[in-house]
């Protein structure tokens, strides 16, 4: 008789299969790509009628171009619009592409979009944003914004006081929620979408439109899978196809199925995880960078989300700080995009280079952007100092604030804005050209005092778009008086050495604010002469000293509160 073994071996168990990659909408051209200009946003009922009009009057000008491509002057005819709105409109597109586009970016608007990503951008200019849910306290409300504010009536949800006293963003639409509201347009329009890039062949029914591989790829400019996975790649129509030999166009029917397949399960996703966390302090929304991640030294009591590994992270959140110093070095921004959120009371620091940054609902506040290669919207601040180098800012529904700009376009500003100041760019930090260098902002070129003005109503979001309230321009910004410019001094905190730092301020500045910085360092230097030349003793040298002291630290804790630096 054979020996049975007492502890016959168990079946090893089945490694866990990798979570499948999600699809997500691609935040930036939401966020940054809507212009509120009246004639780029058609009535929903006719949009894709009228898109595809537009096509066809657009596509003359692309096939004489011999590559695709739509100039501003072309865009300005078909639409019946400004040329400085058409090269404005063309310079947003090419801000928010998901790939560089070097001619684009060397020849500006002048130099044309291919035809396919214009009429993407011009689709999701019909896209209204999602809107912030009621206060469920709308006295305590009032109470904590006074009905004097620049941001009363339809504003006042937004106001950055409001948001810090009140102590929860439940009533904020969160990440979650601003993607989940994305990818159901992106669902609902998805057919006629497909149906305006798709090419018309000899058959009947589904099968008279295709997309070609190439086509299909610009769909990169709406959505992205959460590997970075290419579309075509993705797709099991397109995936492994021959580099050397053009894969077959697909019926435009069975890429529409594809992608609302894909739609519905991250939108499951979505849903499952916003259940879960439903009633938590920790914001479901945030997938991509918990605050725990950003500095574990929060205000807020947070538990990191275990988010569907599958989710890459490309943005990084400051959120939420008040009366301190934050500082982020590039070793500490993960992802391509920045956010500083309803921070108040402190001096913000990002000495980093990323493509996009947003700065919103913040007040009493300074934050220095170091290098944004594509675009900065500033928005629903006051009272905020922003000191920025970039490609592009747009500053939105803000009052009381003063912008030192070192910006390659004009700065743009919409909304109902109040009492808003502009000014060169004044600072530098060791790193500040090689990060400038490394997202191609160009120092030579420095359009701050030249703001291209819209309209106060933005037709994409209802806060700003009441009933019955007719459109005006919005109010622009001032100069800065050159005696009142100042240099602002970034400390040299826990940098590493650079082989070749940065010095001095590499934007140059206008001839009258030089001259009123050179006025002020002679009337400095000739104060130290005289200090200098004066016979004090030992005493009276030690109680100057101590009167300096004391008057500096009394400025700086009246200016930031209680200081501590985070990395």
Known sequence: MVDEPLDPPQPTPAAAAPPA?????????????????????????????????????LAPA???AGDGRVGAAALAEALQIPPDQ???AIGILAAVLPAEDPTLDAGGGGAGADLRDVLLFLYIQSYKRLVPRPHKDSPAVADVWPSTSAFDGYLSALSPIQL??????????????????????????????LTLLADSVEGEGDDSLVLTMETFEHLGFLVHFSEGTSLSQAATFFANSDP???????????????ILQNIVSSLEFYTEKSTAKEGSQQIASDL??????????????????????????????????????????ASDVKGNSVKVLNCHDSVIYILAPVKYATVYGCSDTTVVLGAVGKVIKVEHCERVHIIAAA???????????????GVNHQPLIVGDNHKLHIAPFNTYYPRLGEHLTQVGVDPSTNKWDQPFVLGVVDPHDSLSHPAGVSDVQAESATCVDPDLFTNFLIPNWFEDEVQEPTKCNPFPLPEI???????????????????RELQLDENRKKELASALHSQFKDWLYGRIGTVKTYI
């Open 244 to 258: 050397d030999m053009p894969a077959a166009p697909v019926s435009a029917a069975q890429v529409h199925d594809w």
């Open 288 to 329: 991509d960078v918990t605050m725990a991640d950003a500095n574990t030294s929060h205000p807020r009591n947070s538990t990191p989300t275990v988010a569907n590994p599958a989710f890459h992270r490309n943005s990084t959140f400051v959120e939420g700080f008040s009366k301190t110093s934050v500082v982020k070095h």
């Open 21 to 57: 990659p999600l699809l997500r909408p691609r935040r930036e051209a939401f966020e940054h790509g809507l212009l509120p200009i009246p004639k780029l946003i058609f009535p929903e009922g006719t949009l894709a009628q009228t898109l595809s009009q537009l096509k066809e009057k």
């Open 164 to 193: 810090v006293r009140s102590n929860s963003r439940r009533f904020i639409p969160s990440q979650a929620d601003e993607e989940i509201h994305q990818l159901s347009y992106l669902q609902k329009h998805m057919a006629n979408i």
């Open 62 to 64: 692309a096939a004489a």
């Open 513 to 531: 604010y030089q001259a009123s910085q050179s006025k002020k360092q002679a009337v400095l230097e000739d104060s130290k002469k005289t200090i």
């Open 86 to 88: 058409a090269a404005l």
């Open 391 to 405: 490609k592009r800012i747009c500053i939105a529904n803000c009052r009381e604030c003063i912008f030192y700009l």
